[in-house]
């Protein structure tokens, strides 16, 4: 066996482990959204938390011992680092306002982005291919945007449940993929 043949072996093999572990992790994250789902959006309001507080730190850190910086960019880094770190300590005191808020948050700007996605789309019918799939598309998403806007409680519940059944199934995809990636067809 050459030594190009041995390093191309082993990088099939990493990739084959990247993909079995990454498909084990999103179906069990899955698993965990759909079966647990206030816990998994606790968890994922506690990581953000903690991430806020941690670039809080790296931010005031930047603003308090960077020499080459101006003034001003150091005070606002180290304005920026003081409010991410009460950020993240409100978010981990106040846990359940704080997921119910991001969920709100996240589902209405989804739900805008929905929104002027459909705007736009319409504003190019003149260039599609498919006038009557732009339309569909269009209203679709306008009528999904309105619908997470003005009820965006429950259309996180609805997008948390969607994200649980695509993790499995892109996880059970992805495990397929770790025992197939690299075989030669005939």
Do not use: C
């Amino acid at each position: 066996m050459s030594t190009e043949s041995t390093a191309e072996s082993a990088a099939v093999n990493g990739i084959r482990t990247a993909l079995g572990i990454g498909g084990v992790l999103a179906v069990l994250a899955g698993i965990f959204i759909l079966f647990q789902p206030a816990e998994a959006a606790f968890v994922v309001t506690i990581v953000i938390a903690i991430y806020a507080i941690a670039a809080g730190l790296v931010y005031a850190g930047l603003g308090i011992f960077s020499k080459n910086k101006g003034g001003w960019a150091r005070v606002g880094h180290i304005a920026l680092g003081i409010l991410f770190i009460i950020a993240g300590v409100i978010a981990l005191v106040n846990l359940q306002q704080a997921t119910a808020w991001l969920a709100v948050f996240v589902a209405i700007l989804i739900g805008i982005l929905w929104i002027v996605e459909g705007i736009v789309s319409l504003s190019t019918l003149g260039d599609a291919a498919s006038k009557v799939w732009t339309i569909i598309f269009a209203i679709i998403s306008i009528i999904a945007g309105l619908y997470l806007v003005f009820s965006p409680l429950w259309g996180a519940v609805v997008l948390w449940w969607v994200l649980g059944i695509g993790l499995i199934i892109l996880g059970i995809v992805n495990i397929v993929r770790a025992f197939t990636f690299g075989r030669k067809t005939v």
